[in-house]
Every structure is written in C-alpha cells, then in structure tokens.
C-alpha cells in the first residue's frame, strides 16, 4: 500500500510539511494530514535530521505543535541528530506554550539527554528562561537534582557560569533545606561561591553571600586549595588573568548596573584589611619561560664552549699539565686538566642553574596553575636556585682564564659580587615571611568573622 497514495509524489508532500512547520502554517498542515493521513508517521523514514515538531517547537509555533501531538504524540519523544528532543529545543529557546504543550503529551522527555548529555532544564538555564524552568522543575521536580556529564557540575553551576540571577533564584527557592545538594561542586571543586567570584558575577556573588546555607561556607576549598576569597584576590589582583565567559567571546562579563570588584564584596564592613599572600600569578607565564630559556641556553652554552677552551688536538707534551696526565684528548677542557677541582666546581654550579631552569620550563610546560601557592613557592626558590647558581658560575669561571697577577682583585670582585646578592637574598626573605605572617592573621581574622552567626545586613557597601 503506497502511505501517501498516488496524487503526490512524496518527496514533495514532505518538503510541504516541513515548510508548512517552518511557516506557521496551520491550514497548510491540516490539508496535508487529511489529504495524507500517515504522512507523519512516514517523517522518520525521511532524510531530514529533525522532525517536523522539532521546527515547530524551535520556532514557537504553538497551535502547529498541538496539531503534530494531535496526530502523532510520539512525536515527541522522538531525537534530532544530536540526541535532542523537541522539549531541548523549546526550552532552549525559552517558548514557555509550547514547553507545557510537550510536557503534556510526554513528562518523561523532561529527564531525556542529548548526546552531551544535558536536559532540557540545562538549556533552559544557560539561557535563563524563568517561565521553561518553572514548568520542567513542575513536570519533574527532581531534574534539578541531575548532574551534567561535563565539567559543569549542577544546573546552579550553569546559572552561576552563564550570569541568569533570577533561574538560580527560582532553582534555589525550589532546593531550600537540600544543604548537600547546595554544597555540590563542580569536577574542578568549585562551590557556587567559587565560580560566580572567578567569573564576576557581582550581583550573583551578592546574592549568594545573603544564603546562610552558603555564606558559612565562604572558606571551603577547591581541587588547586583555593577559597573562595583566594580566588577573588588572584583575579582582583591581575583583571587580564580571567577565565573565557561562556556567554560572552572576548572580555570578562560585567553588567552595566554592577559595581567595580572592590574587596568589600566578599566580606563585611568590620572585616580587617586583606593583606594580599605572596603571589606570582601577576608574572606572565611567557615571561618565565623566557627568562628559564634564556638561563638553560647560557649555561649550556658554557658547556660547548668552557672558559679557557678545549684541545684542538690529541696533545702529548705541553708545558706542565699533560706530563701530569700522560695524554690531553682533543676536544677537552684545557682548564680540566691544569686546575681540576675548580673545573670541578664550576662544572657543579652550572650544571645545577642549568637543571633549575628546566625544572621551571617543565613546571610551566605541564600546564600548572600559576596561582597555587605549591607551584607558585616551587618556581620561585627553582628561578633563585637558577640565577644564584648562574652568579657562582660566572664568577668561577672569571677567576679560571684570569691570570695569576689579578686573580686576587677578581677574587676580591667575586666577594663583593656574592655578598651583595646574599643580602639581597636575606632582604627579600625577611619582606616575604613578614607578607606572610602579615597575611596569615589576616586570615585567621576573617575566618573568625566568617564563623560567627551571619546576619541579615547585606555584604556590599
């Protein structure tokens, strides 16, 4: 039996509905499903990727959805290439008629997944559609509680990333007394709190801080050992280091109406002063490899070419120094052979600012963030251990082509050269433990404050 008869060919009944879906087109609809009364059940024969419900709850063709779920209710349930259903689609949209329209005819495509894994909610809430999430969180109270397969945790999270107060209001209205689910994080450890400072929500942040459930946990930390007020400082203190806003393609997100971050933010009027911890996140990571390569590729460089040079030949005779050895093989250290245990040392000092250098260039390369306080110390005492070694090596090598009738005013050189860049070493670890025990009660101030019962009075100024 031919299912759409012999008056049309079907290729172009088909391409009438999908335009008719496209259009708005009710009476094109209705004289195609009479004149073809199975044409819709023929759509998933048919090489279009979507159905032509899917169109219709795209573009929020509301009397058309109702006359597709009319004649063919599995309509909705039914998947797009990439695994949506026409719910993803409306919801995405934010077309609030047609999403109770759909819950309707099938509640259960609420907790279908597309092939990212995300629900109809989820979309809802990355574009903040209030009158969506009212509806699916009443079809299915309990996808809110569904996580996303990805890195970004909840749909709180979503809300949070993608700068929609008012769907985290409504969500959070609906979660009031679930501490646990409140408390969840995302795969990198960050809390709501965490995220909405690294991406600066202000209004969210403010928002957030006025929740008992969440304002008493403003110290827990992330998978780097992160605060959510360690977080705040590092991207207070560098506005360029931020990461990229889903929602937008080149600067920070910052509404017109929000205030500039300013440290009051995040704590109280009667909170002390914030004290910033020694940091290294400022410090461009292209600029520490630089400087590390430079370093790596001078003390190679020493290598190749040691002070004093090499043999050019295989050398039996020479004055004082290979009787003592019996034979000076070409290509080798002249010094090697005349002044052994200074070669020695030399050879210790380089190789040790060399092999800091490439620890520092392996540290950056293995993609670490800058502002863990682990890797933040480690660079640091590898790039002092580097440049302090280079020091040394330059002046052993100074005193090794010297002749012997200045070698005691180089020496005096070297000591002068090494004790002024032992006291700065010394000057600049007694401002850093003092940064650090400065910043130390800082904190242990605020986490006092942080602890006492929260009031009512709102955070900002």
Not at 161 to 169: C, D, I
Not at 332 to 357: E, I, M, Q, R
Request: charged letters at 20%; hydrophobic letters at 40%; glycine letters at 6%.
């Amino acid at each position: 039996m031919e299912i759409l008869g012999d008056e049309k060919p079907h290729e172009d009944a088909m391409r009438e509905l999908y335009e008719a879906s496209s259009n708005g087109c009710v009476s094109s609809l209705n004289t195609l499903i009479k004149k073809y009364p199975l044409i819709l059940k023929r759509v998933s024969l048919c090489r279009f990727t979507e159905t032509p419900l899917h169109i219709a709850s795209l573009l929020g063709h509301l009397e058309l959805c109702e006359i597709l779920l009319q004649n063919s209710p599995d309509l909705a349930s039914d998947m797009d290439s990439e695994g949506r259903c026409p719910l993803h689609l409306a919801s995405a949209v934010g077309h609030t008629e047609v999403v109770k329209t759909l819950l309707r005819t099938n509640p259960d495509t609420c907790l279908a997944r597309d092939k990212d894994d995300m629900l109809p909610l989820h979309f809802a809430a990355m574009r903040g559609h209030v009158g969506a999430i009212k509806e699916l969180v009443n079809a299915k109270p309990d996808s809110i509680r569904e996580m996303t397969e990805t890195d970004d945790g909840s749909v709180l999270h979503l809300c949070v990333r993608y700068n929609h107060l008012e769907a985290l209001k409504l969500l959070l209205e609906s979660l009031r007394g679930d501490h646990q689910f409140l408390s969840l994080n995302d795969r990198e450890g960050n809390s709501l709190l965490h995220l909405a400072v690294k991406h600066g929500k202000t209004k969210i942040i403010k928002y957030l801080l006025s929740l008992s459930e969440i304002s008493t946990e403003i110290n827990t930390s992330n998978m780097e050992g992160l605060t959510a007020i360690d977080v705040f400082e590092c991207y207070q203190r560098d506005p360029l280091v931020t990461h990229n806003d889903p929602t937008q393609t080149s600067t920070p997100s910052r509404t017109n109406n929000d205030p500039p971050r300013a440290p009051a933010t995040l704590v109280t009027h009667n909170d002390p002063p914030r004290v910033s911890a020694p940091s290294l996140t400022h410090i461009d990571r292209s600029q520490l490899m630089v400087a590390a390569t430079v370093i790596a590729t001078m003390t190679f460089q020493s290598v190749i070419s040691p002070p004093g040079g090499v043999w050019q030949g295989d050398t039996i005779q020479d004055g004082h120094t290979c009787p003592n050895f019996g034979f000076c093989e070409a290509g080798t250290a002249v010094v090697g052979y005349a002044w052994s245990p200074d070669f020695l040392k030399f050879v210790f000092l380089n190789s040790s600012s060399f092999f800091a250098s490439l620890c520092v260039m392996l540290l950056i390369m293995s993609g670490f963030q800058l502002e863990n306080k682990v890797v933040m110390w480690t660079l640091a005492f590898l790039m002092i251990v580097a440049a302090s070694c280079m020091l040394l090596t330059y002046m052993w090598a100074l005193g090794l082509i010297s002749p012997n009738h200045i070698y005691y005013r180089i020496r005096k050189l070297g000591y002068l050269l090494v004790g002024t860049w032992a006291f700065l070493l010394l000057l600049v670890g007694v401002i850093q433990i003092r940064r650090i025990v400065i910043w130390a009660r800082s904190r242990a101030r605020r986490n006092s404050s942080t602890n006492a019962p929260p009031t009512q009075n709102s955070p900002t100024q």
